[in-house]
């Protein structure tokens, strides 16, 4: 008895070991499956992100030449250039453009047709020369044809009149010879002749009844062996479905244990799963805020900086234009009363143009020190969209960086079923 409960005992704990070690097969397989579907979610991730941030990089890039065109016109605005001007040269640019190409496009057409009929003209002369050709060569031909066809027929009627004559003569000598010879043997020929044939109809009649013979014969072993291996197949089938429901039965009972326990780790992988999006959200939504907050903020500073730019540009046009009215206005007066009180005065002449060149060299001072503060102005107006493009640019290294360390993690891999390579063989087999 101690015997057999160690044997017992040794085959149990060999068994132990097998399924030990097919399980961990089972398990390596599964853990290199989970990790394969992983790396390909991991890369469609990846590829999506690309894609959004390729996405992202091309409007930034629409929304650069929209700010860079309304630069330029507002620029234009701010040099107190009149804009309509402008506009209208371009509009008579691209006329002048588009007619250029329809006269282009309009001479391609002219020569492609003709082109086109250059090469029909040559197409149909070269057809009708081969035409003419042909004609002469068939002409020819036929008519060699015909001188052929009448030494033949002549040919053939001398001899069919040297025929005729000799077959009329052989006629005549051999109906003489039958005549002669041949009244006495008619009835034994066609007695031979109805012999013969009756002898090879039996003939055909017993080979024909051999071949039925053996066609019977044949249809017969068929038949045995196509029952014999039916039956065959028969038990065959039931000692499978048997076998397979065994291990159904088998298969669903772990398969009950095993969906228990994955149900239990998916739970806890989706709860996982369900806070670690909770937390990136809320990361990425305080991001996004911020830095919605810090482009609009810039956006105002811009807008009120070329604001405030403007008003005073415009301010100081007018004022300007004041002055010069006023000044016109003065001096007029002044080269009123001066031509009509002191019209005979030289000095006061010489006076009168020193203080014109004084007002022009005033006046030249005046447009040098304005340049020297729009060019200033635009400095100011570089710089800060500068600022505004590093703070951009700085916003998304750091989408990069939270994107590259979201593809970096990798989630839990749970172990396998363990009976898997069972399930499929039975999933197989049904």
């Known amino acids: 008895a101690k015997l057999s409960e160690w044997t017992q005992e040794k085959k149990l704990q060999q068994k ?3 399924l030990r070690q097919m399980l961990s097969l089972e398990n390596k397989c599964y853990e290199e499956e989970i990790i394969e579907q992983n790396k390909v979610q991991a890369e469609e991730d990846f590829k999506s992100r690309e894609n959004r941030l390729l996405g992202l990089k091309a409007e930034r890039e629409r929304q650069r030449l929209k700010f860079v065109e309304e630069m330029r016109v507002q620029q234009l605005i ?5 804009i309509r001007p402008y506009l209208r040269r371009k509009l008579q640019d691209d006329c002048k453009n588009c007619q250029r190409l329809q006269i282009e496009d309009n001479k391609l057409k002219k020569m492609e047709e003709i082109d086109e009929n250059r090469l029909w003209h040559e197409i149909q002369t070269q057809v009708f020369n081969q035409m003419t050709q042909r004609e002469l060569e068939e002409s020819l031909i036929a008519s060699n044809r015909n001188l052929r066809d009448q030494q033949v027929l ?8 040297g025929m005729t004559k000799q077959v009329a003569f052989e006629e005549d000598t051999m109906h003489c010879g039958k005549i002669i010879g041949s009244e006495l043997s008619e009835r034994e020929i066609l007695l031979q002749k109805k012999d013969k044939q009756r002898q090879l109809a039996q003939d055909l009649l017993l080979q024909q009844n051999e071949k039925n013979l053996e066609k019977i014969n044949l249809k017969k072993c068929e038949i045995s062996f196509d029952l014999a291996a039916i039956n065959a197949g028969k038990a065959e089938m039931k000692l499978k479905e048997e076998n397979a429901t065994r291990t159904k039965k088998q298969n669903m009972k772990e398969t009950l244990l095993y969906l228990r326990y994955t149900k239990s780790a998916n739970e806890a992988k989706s709860a996982a799963k369900r806070e670690e999006e909770i937390s990136t959200e809320k990361m990425q939504s ?7 907050k810090n482009r609009n903020y810039f956006v105002e500073q811009r807008d009120q900086f070329y604001r405030n730019i403007y008003e005073e540009r415009w301010k100081q046009i007018m004022e300007r234009r004041r002055k010069l009215l006023q000044e016109k206005k003065q001096k007029h007066n002044e080269i009123i009363e001066a031509n009509e009180v ?4 030289a000095q006061w002449e010489r006076a009168l143009i020193e203080k014109q060149r004084n007002f022009r060299l005033q006046y030249g001072r005046d447009l040098r020190a304005q340049w020297n503060y729009e060019k200033l102005q635009k400095d100011k107006a570089v710089s800060s969209s500068k600022k505004l493009t590093e703070l951009i640019n700085k916003d998304e290294a750091h989408k990069n960086e939270l994107i590259r360390n979201n593809i970096s993690r990798m989630h839990k891999v749970y172990p396998a079923h363990p009976n898997l390579q069972a399930i499929l063989k039975s999933q197989k087999d049904s």
């Open 342 to 345: 002191f019209a005979s005065n």
């Open 16 to 18: 132990r070991e097998r």
């Open 78 to 82: 701010n040099n107190c250039d009149e």
């Open 286 to 292: 305080e991001k996004d805020c911020e830095y919605r």
């Open 154 to 161: 002549r040919k053939q009627m001398n001899e069919k009149s």
